[in-house]
């Protein structure tokens, strides 16, 4: 398994969890849309990010 934040436990792409985080989101568009392309949030390091990104905080999702 590759090192990757799509692949991190502190990684998380659930649109309804990043429509939460970023309130009013959905006013502009929604974090169900295309254009999101699975990016998500690092719940550690508390910033949005691409799933293909990689950090020394990475610990495998289990």
Do not use: H, Q, T, W
């Not at 398994?1 to 502190?10: A, G, P, Q, S, T």
Request: hydrophobic share 35%.
């Amino acid at each position: 398994m590759i090192e990757r934040c799509l692949n991190c436990k502190f990684f998380e792409s659930n649109p309804a969890y990043i429509e939460a985080a970023f309130p009013g989101l959905n006013s502009l568009s929604s974090a169900y849309s295309s254009v999101r392309a699975g990016a998500g949030i690092c719940v550690r390091r508390g910033i949005f990010l691409s799933p293909s990104e990689r950090c020394k905080d990475f610990l495998r999702r289990d």
